[in-house]
């Protein structure tokens, strides 16, 4: 489709150029008294963010940010809730040539240590509630939001802005495996050019949307498309500050005239189980993380309005696999498929795997992890002509393509991709645990899609009961992050391993080792 090529050639030169420079091109570029976000409290009050306003702050942040020693290239996580002020500070870091690691705020003190160790950070941007979970990093500064807001109140606001370039990196996140800790994944600036091209193709995202991608900014789905893609398109995004709740869910939809709507869908899901008064009129809803259900399909075009599209993509490439929402591209929905490729990617199937042509996909931007050679080469063919997502599926005779398993293990939880390492590297710091493999099976309540569980081998003193159990689920939840605590704790004499050691999660996901 030309004219579908032609917009993204055209992205793709601008992000890609030299001189590009992520503030001008998510922030000062667009008109002042445009509203960016409109952030929903959970008593529904609004507050409008406009650009003016966010360029005026983060100059200010950013001269607060550099007399603390903050430079290009340097690494600065940040655990904020849903405020303005993590927008400001996410646009003035990037007016440094600064690196955004985002921290999710369900995470626990381990997570958070690993992810600040890791990323070689000087600096953390927290908020108070979250402080304590920073208490063990006596060597990075630990900055309160409301300390740098108050600080730069009184700072001249920054009138530079760093270039660095399409092949800059200007965030890092990380990404769990099984096998060790999680990995960094560098986001260069010309990954704009991919994020614009799914929210214009996949979630056919226009001017007239009210656009609310629910999704926490903590993980990629949500940092790409709740915020950074709406700002380098100029489209208001909204923000809700409320935890999660079917009924929260869909008060939010009806105050605020929600039109195109994306979450997880365990959303759907739990909106489709509760008892509220539905009743929507969405033009576009869409899901990702893993596949729908018919059931879940069925009661959407009912109840929203529209149906709701499936669509797949990783932390390492964003969205790549979608049914299309826009109308150019728009196709009748086949059961259990993601749809087709994004405009500027193609995929196909290697080593049963679902993969993607580097060569023939300019929308391409993942070249590596950061510091892990080796774990980058297992990404990529041999010749690096295919990069491999490790998840396996299959392409029909129309290119529609189906996801059939993970290769790598990774638990699908209420949208969140949970590696077993985490938890597991958690689990065995307990003097009673002598070996444990964490796995995800289907959540029972038909709600979250998988639930976290443990089996743990015991030291010959421990005693297996419930109080043990819960003591266990607590390390989790202290130490590593609330949303991946295991549901239910087995407590076995061994493991299953092949003849070389490895464990064999697939008996245990199919319970044939309980």
Not at 62 to 70: I, N, Q
Not at 190 to 213: G, H, I, K, M, P
Request: aromatic letters at 10%; hydrophobic letters at 40%; proline letters at 5%.
């Amino acid at each position: 489709m030309p004219a579908i090529d032609d917009t993204i050639t055209a992205w793709l030169e601008e992000y890609s150029s030299s001189t590009a420079d992520g503030a001008y091109l998510l922030c000062d570029r667009h008109p002042a008294h445009t509203v960016a976000f409109t952030f929903v409290g959970s008593d529904l009050k609004a507050e409008d963010l406009t650009y003016g306003e966010i360029a005026e702050r983060s100059r200010r942040y950013s001269t607060a940010l550099r007399e603390m020693g903050v430079g290009r290239g340097d690494r600065v996580p940040i655990m904020l809730g849903k405020r303005p002020e993590l927008i400001v500070a996410l646009v003035a870091l990037w007016r440094i040539g600064a690196v955004h690691v985002p921290l999710f705020t369900a995470f626990a003190s381990g997570a958070v240590e690993l992810r600040v160790d890791d990323s070689a950070a000087q600096l953390v941007i927290t908020e108070a509630a979250h402080r304590e979970k920073f208490s063990s990093l006596t060597e990075v500064k630990i900055l309160d939001i409301t300390e740098l807001d108050t600080l730069a109140q009184t700072c001249a606001p920054d009138t530079s802005s760093v270039t660095i370039g399409g092949a800059g990196t200007f965030a890092q996140l990380y990404t769990s495996g099984t096998t060790g800790k999680p990995k960094a994944v560098p986001v260069p600036l010309r990954a704009l050019a991919s994020f614009r091209s799914y929210l214009t193709f996949s979630l056919d995202v226009q001017e007239s949307d009210v656009y609310w991608n629910a999704a926490d900014p903590g993980w990629a789905y949500g940092l790409y498309y709740s915020i950074i893609a709406p700002l380098a398109a100029g489209q208001r995004s909204l923000m809700f500050e409320g935890g999660f709740t079917p009924e929260s869910t869909l008060e939010v939809l009806r105050t605020f005239g929600v039109t195109n709507f994306t979450g997880a869908p365990t959303m759907y899901r739990a909106m489709r189980k509760s008892t509220a008064d539905v009743k929507l009129t969405l033009r576009r809803a869409s899901s990702a993380g893993e596949p729908l259900t018919p059931e879940v399909l069925d009661w959407a075009t009912r109840q929203l309005g529209c149906e709701v599209r499936d669509h797949y993509g990783q932390t390492e490439v964003g969205m790549v696999i979608c049914n299309h929402w826009h109308p150019e591209l728009a196709r009748p929905t086949k059961q259990g498929s993601m749809g087709q490729p994004l405009p500027g990617y193609t995929a196909g199937i290697v080593d049963d795997q679902i993969a993607i042509d580097v060569e023939h996909s300019p929308l391409m931007w993942f070249g590596g992890y950061h510091n892990a050679a080796a774990k980058t080469a297992a990404r990529f063919t041999s010749n690096r002509a295919w990069y491999l997502t490790a998840d396996t599926g299959r392409v029909d005779a129309d290119g529609d393509f189906f996801f059939s398993a993970r290769d790598d293990d990774v638990i699908l939880a209420a949208g969140y991709r949970i590696g077993p390492f985490d938890v597991e590297s958690v689990l065995v710091t307990h003097p009673s645990v002598v070996e444990v493999a964490v796995v995800g099976r289907a959540d029972p309540d038909g709600i979250r899609g998988e639930v976290v569980e443990a089996f743990v081998v015991l030291d010959s003193t421990a005693v297996p009961d419930a109080s043990l159990e819960r003591e266990l689920q607590n390390l989790v939840r202290d130490k590593y992050s609330k949303h991946a605590y295991p549901r239910t704790v087995h407590f076995v004499e061994s493991l299953p391993k092949t003849p070389s050691g490895k464990i064999q999660r697939f008996l245990l996901r199919n319970g044939s080792h309980d």
